[in-house]
C-alpha cells in the first residue's frame, strides 16, 4: 500500500480517499482492541499509532483524513485539543522511530509528507473551510512532519529532489532502452512533483508550491500559445501530414507555394486597393465615356458566357482592363491620383517582388553556411541521410531502399572514378541526347510561333469566324508543350547516364530553357502584334477626325453655343487598344494554363488512381505495381510551373490588374486541390531526396524569371507611345511622363527643382559609381570571411584529427600496459601455484600488494591531466583488480588485511577516474564491469 | 476540328510513351502480333511449333541440349513464357540447394520448366507437373519424354490444378512437398497457396517458389504470403524471360510450419 501511494500520482486522490475511509472502518474494528494500551486517548485515530509499523503510513493517511473531516464538523473548539493529541502522538511517533530502522524511517517520512500534500490539494479543493483546514494542515504539518524531520533529513531530501531534476534533464543523453528511460522520467517527474512543494517552511512552503504550480500554469500557457500560433499559420498541419508521408522535398514545393501565395496576397492587396477600388469607387461610371462602354457591335453578345470566358464584353470594359482606366489626373472627393497610383502600383509590386526574393535567397544562404560537404561522403550519408520528419511506413521503407541504393550507388561510384571505360560511347551518348532536346526545344519554339502567327491571321480576318479551338489555339499548344516536353527530357536523359542528381539540375535546365522560349517565343509575337494594332490604330485616328468632322458637320447647323451633340459612347469609333489586348492575352493564357493544370491533375492522377485502384481486382496484370501504377509527385515540373505562373504574373500585370486576383484564386484552389490530390491519389517517390540544398536553387530561378519578364514589361513602358483613347496615361508620349506632371503640378516648384538637379547625369553617374564601389568593398569583404571561416573549419578539422591521433596512442599504450600486466599476472600465478604447493597465499599476496603499490604510486605521479591519463591509470587499476580477483578465488580462505589497507584509500580517491576512463574502455573492448563487483568481494573479505 | 497545331503539341506526349514503355510494345509485337500472324500461316499452335522445332534441332535425350533450343526458340523465333535462362538459374540453385525428394509443378505449359526441374533433382525424386489445358500437355508429355524423363520421375497430371491439390494426398500418395513451384495463371496463386495450407502438405522448411509475381504481377499472393506469418518470404528480383528492360521477379517462400 504505501509503495503504490508514493507512486500514485495526485489525480488519484478521491481514489485514495475512499480507500482509507475503508481503511479507517477496518482499524476502527482493531481499535476497539488496542484501547487498553492507551490512556489519553479521546479520539479514534490516536489508537492506530500503536499498530505495526508497516500500518503507521495508513494511519497517519487515516490521521489527516480524519481530521479533515473533523474540521469539516466543527473544528475550532476541538483544535486544542487535537494539537495536543497530535504532540502525543509524535511524541510517540519519535519513540517508534528510534526504533525503527533506517530504512523504514525514510519511508514513513516520505509517506508522512505525501499526505500532507494531497491534504493540501483537498483543502484547496474544499473552499469553505479552507483557511481552518490549511492552519490544521499547517499545525500537522510543522509539527507532525517537518518538526519529525531533522535538516540533515530535510538537506538529503533536498538533494534527492535536484538529483532527480538533473536525471529528468540529462536522460535524453543516457544509452538506455526507450521504455527505461520513459519509466524512470515519469518516475522522477512524479518524485520531484510530489516532494517539490514539501520543501519550504510554513508560508514560504507555500509560497514555493504556489510559485511552482504558477510555473507549470505558465509553460502550459506557453505551449498553448504554441499551439495557438502554429493552428494560426495557414495549411501548416496540411503540409505536415503531406511531409510525413511524402518527405521533405514534396512538403517543399507546398512550402513554396504558400510563400508565393503570401506574395501574390500583398501584389494582390496593392493592385486591388489601389488602382482597382478607387477606380470603381470613384472614377466615372460605366457608359459615361467611349472607353468605358462596350462598342455597338459588340453589345449584343457582350453578355455571353463564351465572350466573358475568353475576357471579351463586359469583362474587356471593365476595371480589371487597362483600357477602362480614365486619364483624368485626379478623381473623387479624396483628389486620388489615379494615372499617377496606377504608374507607381506598377513600378511597386515589381520592386517589391525583387526586395521579398532578393531578401529571402539572402536568408537562405545564410543558412546553408560556407564549406565543403564533398569530403565526407560516406559519413554525411551515414548520419545525415535520413529524413525525421517522415511518419508514413511506407515511405519510410522507400526511404530505406533509397538510402541503400544511394549507398551502392555511391561505392559504384567510388569504383568507377578509379577507372573509366568507354568515355567516347558516353560523350557521344550524352552529345546526342542535348541534340535531341534541341531540336525540341526549337520544334516547340517554331510551333508557338507558328500558332501566335496564325492567331494574329484570325484575328485580323474576326475571331467570330473561327471556333473554340483556333481562338485558344496559343494556349493550349503553349500548355501542352509544357506539359509534355518535359517528360520527353526525362526520357532522353536516360542516355546520358548522369548521377541523379545531375540530372535532375540537367532537367531542371531544360525544362527552364523550354519554359523561357516558349514565354519569348509568345513575347516577340505579341510585340509583332502590337505593332499591328499600332498601325491599326494610326488609321483611327484618321478616321476619327473625318467622322467628327462629318458629325459636327452633319448636325450643326446654326447654333454655335451649343455643341454639345449626344453621341451614345458606345457609337464613337475608337482605338484598338493594345494594352488591353496584352493584358487579355496574358490572362487566357494564365486561365488555360490553369485549366490545363487542373485537368491533368484529374485525369492523369485522380483518374489513373481511380482506374488502378479498382480494375486491379479484373486486369491480367498488376496494374498497382506494373504498368500505369499511381504517380509520383513531380516537384521539379510543378515547382517551375509555378515560378513561371508567377513571371506571366509580373509581366502582364501592368496591362491587366485582376491578374494578382486571378493568381491568388488560383494558388488558394491549387494549394487544396493539391494537397488533396497529393494525399490520395500519389505514392511516395522511389528516391525520396532532401530538399534543403535545392529551395535557393528556385529562389535564383524565380530571381531569373522576375528579372526577364520584367524586361519586356519595362520595354513596352518605355519605348512604346500608349495608345490615345484608352488607359490612364492616353494622350501623353510615354507612360513614365506622369511622374513629371505630377512633379511640376503637385508639387512645389523647388521640388521639381531638386528632382530635375537630382536627375542631372552628372550626379546620377557618380552616385552610381559610388554605388558599385560600395558594392564591390561588401563583395570582397564577405568573401574574406568567407575564407577566414574556411580557414577556422581546417583548423577544427587538424585538431580533431590530432585529438584523435592522441587518443588511439593513449590506448594502444594502455593496451600494452594492460598485456605487460596481465603477463606479470600469468607469472604471479604461476609462482603462486608453485608458492600453494609449499606455503599457501602469503607469499604471492605480499607478491601482489608489491605491484600493485606500485602501479598505484605510479598513477599518483602521472597525474590526471587528461582522459587518456585517467583511463591509463584506470587500466592498472583494473588489471591489478581483476589480477587479485583471479588470485583470490582460487584461494578464498586467506585473509590479508594489510592489502585492504592498501587498497581501500586509492580505490576511493580514483573511483571517478575509472569511471571517466570506463568510456574508453568500452570502446577499446576491455572489460571493466568487474570492478565493482571486485570491490565488493574485497570489502567481504 | 482541332487543328493540326494542337495535334503537333500532343506528339512529345506519344514519343515520350513510346520510348518509356518500348519494352512493353516489343513484348506486344512478339507475344501476341507474330503469335497470331504464325498461328494464320501455319494452322497449328504455337506450342507444337516449338516442339517441332526442338524435335528438328535438340539432340533427344539431352536435357541440356533441349532447354538451349528452347531458349534460343524463345529468344530469336518466337516467344513464350517461360522461366527463362537467367530465373532458371536461381531455380538450379534452390533445388541443388535443399534437394527435394517430392516435387509440385503447378503448370507445365510447354514443359520448359518441368525439364529444368527435373534435371536438377536428385536420384529418387519426383515431380507432379500440373497443366490444365489438353493440347498444352500433351506437347509438355512429348518434351519431356524427348528429354528422357520416364514416367517415374516426371508424373504430368492434367487437370485444373485447384482440383488437383485437395486429392494429391488421396490420389498421388503424396505425404509432403518439399518444393512447389508455381507457374501457371497469375490469379491462381493466393487460391492455391490457401489451397496447400489447408491440405497439410507443406511442412516445415518446404520452399514455395512462384514465378512472375512482379509482371504480370500477383500482388494479393505477396500480400498473403507477407502478412500471415507463415512464411519467410525473398523476392529474387530479375528481368522478364527473353526480353529486357520489363522488370520481374521471383517470390521464394519458406514454410515456416503451422504454430
Known sequence: MPRQRLIASESDVSIEVNDDAINHEAEVDEKTEEEPKRKKVTKKRKNRKNQGTKKLQEEDDGDGMSSMKRTSRNVKNEK???????????????????????????????????????????????????????????????????????????????????????????????????????????????????????????KGRKLYAYKVMMMKKWMKFQRDFENFKTACIPWEMKIKEIESHFGSSVASYFIFLRWMYGINMILFGLTFGLVMVPEALMGKPYGSLPRKTVPRVEQASAMDFAVLWDFGGYAKYSVLFYGYYNNQRAIGWLKFRMPLSYFLVGVGTVAYSYMVVIRTMA?????????????????????TSWDYLIGNPETADNKFASITTSFKEAIVEEQESRKDDNIHLTRFLRVLANFLVMCCLAGSGYLIYFVVRRSQKFALEGLENYGWWERN?????????????????????????????????????????????????FIIALMDAINLKRAEEEVVKMNMTIWMASLYNGSLPENTTASMIAVDPADVPRGPCWETMVGQEFVRLIISDTMTTYIMLLTGDFLRAVLVRFLNHCWCWDLEYGFPSYSEFDVSGNVLGLIFNQGMIWMGAFYAPCLPALNVLRLHVSMYLQCWAVMCCNVPQERVFKASGSNNFYMAMLLVILFLSTLPAIYTIVTIPPSFDCGPFSGKNRMFDVIQETLETDFPAWFGKVFSYASNPGLVLPFILVMVLAIYYLQSTSKTYKQANIELKKKLQTQNEENKKKNKLAAQKAADDLKEAKNTASQLLSTQTNNNASDPGENSHSNIMTSSVKTLSRLNEDGRENNTQASMDATHIHAHHTLLEEHQTPTPLTHDPPLHGVIYPVTHDNQSQQRRGAHIFRDADFHVDAHPGMLTSVRQN | MVSPAIALAFLPMILTLIIRYRYYFVLFYRAVLVRWVQDCLTGISREERAFQYILTHATPGNPDSILDTFDYWCSKVEFISNIGPKKGLILDRLLKETCPLTVLELGTHCGYSAVRIARSLPVGARLYSVEMDQRNAQVAEKIIRLAGFDDDTVELIVQPSDEVIPRLREDYGVERLDFVFMDHWKRCYLPDLQLLEGSGLLGEGSIILADNVIFPGAPNFLRHARRSG????????ATLEYIRGIRDGMAELVFLGLK
Open chain 1, 80 to 202: 486544542g485539543t487535537e494539537r495536543k493529541e497530535t504532540k502525543d502522538e509524535d511524541e510517540e511517533q519519535n519513540e517508534k522511530k528510534e526504533r525503527k530502522n533506517r530504512k523504514l524511517k525514510n519511508e514513513k517520512k516520505k509517506e508522512t509528507k505525501k499526505v500532507e500534500t494531497t491534504s493540501e490539494e483537498e483543502s484547496s479543493e474544499e473552499e469553505e473551510e479552507e483557511k481552518e483546514e490549511e492552519g490544521v494542515d499547517n499545525d500537522e504539518g510543522d509539527e507532525g512532519i517537518l518538526g519529525s524531520l531533522s535538516p540533515e533529513e530535510l538537506e538529503k531530501l533536498k538533494e534527492a529532489v535536484d538529483e532527480k531534476k538533473k536525471l529528468i534533464i540529462t536522460l535524453r543523453a543516457k544509452p538506455w532502452p526507450m521504455r527505461k528511460k520513459l519509466l524512470t522520467l515519469r518516475e522522477s517527474q512524479r518524485f520531484v512533483e510530489k516532494y517539490e512543494g514539501a520543501l519550504g517552511k510554513g
Open chain 2, 230 to 237: 507463415l512464411y519467410e518470404l525473398r523476392v529474387h528480383r
Open chain 1, 363 to 383: 536568408r537562405n544562404a545564410n543558412e546553408q553556411g560556407g564549406g565543403d560537404d564533398t569530403s565526407f561522403n560516406f559519413s554525411w550519408k551515414i548520419f
Open chain 1, 473 to 521: 489555339e496559343v494556349n493550349m499548344v503553349m500548355s501542352l508543350l509544357g506539359m509534355f516536353c518535359p517528360m520527353l527530357f526525362d526520357v532522353i536523359s536516360t542516355l546520358e547516364n548522369y548521377h541523379p542528381r545531375i540530372a535532375l539540375q540537367w532537367q531542371l535546365g531544360r525544362i527552364f530553357a523550354l519554359f523561357l522560349g516558349n514565354l519569348y517565343t
